[in-house]
Nanobody, 119 residues
Framework: QVQLVESGGGLVQAGGSLRLSCAAS?????????MGWFRQAPGKEREFVAA????????YYDDSVKGRFTISRDNAKKTVYLQMNSVKPEDTAVYYC???????????WGQGTQVTVSS
């Protein structure tokens, strides 16, 4: 069974930076999985943010975060990161990570980590 735990969220001013982490555990977790970040703002549906292939060689971003966010991974630590720079109030959401197939999440959602951007 795979467990994903998100952390690193908090309150940040617009224009600031934050780094989210997603730690994976479980005997069945494989570093060969592609991983992604998603977010859900209040009153909105959950949306895709970014994805990274198992090797890190293929990376995809939603247009809304392209040029501001960077996804990366450390397979030795079984951790995926989301570096958020130049954040905007519209980035306020609960952020989740997941194993992905393309941009589709595979597992049930975890608790996520709250990011709040003040203007």
């Amino acid at each position: 069974q795979v467990q994903l735990v998100e952390s690193g969220g908090g309150l940040v001013q617009a224009g600031g930076s934050l780094r989210l982490s997603c730690a994976a555990s479980g005997r069945t977790f494989s570093s060969a999985y592609n991983m992604g970040w998603f977010r859900q703002a209040p009153g909105k549906e959950r949306e895709f943010v970014a994805a990274i292939s198992w090797s890190g060689g293929n990376i995809y971003y939603d247009d809304s975060v392209k040029g501001r966010f960077t996804i990366s991974r450390d397979n030795a630590k079984k951790t995926v990161y989301l570096q958020m720079n130049s954040v905007k109030p519209e980035d306020t959401a609960v952020y989740y990570c997941n194993i992905v197939f393309g941009e589709r999440p595979v597992l049930a959602w975890g608790q996520g980590t709250q990011v709040t951007v003040s203007s």
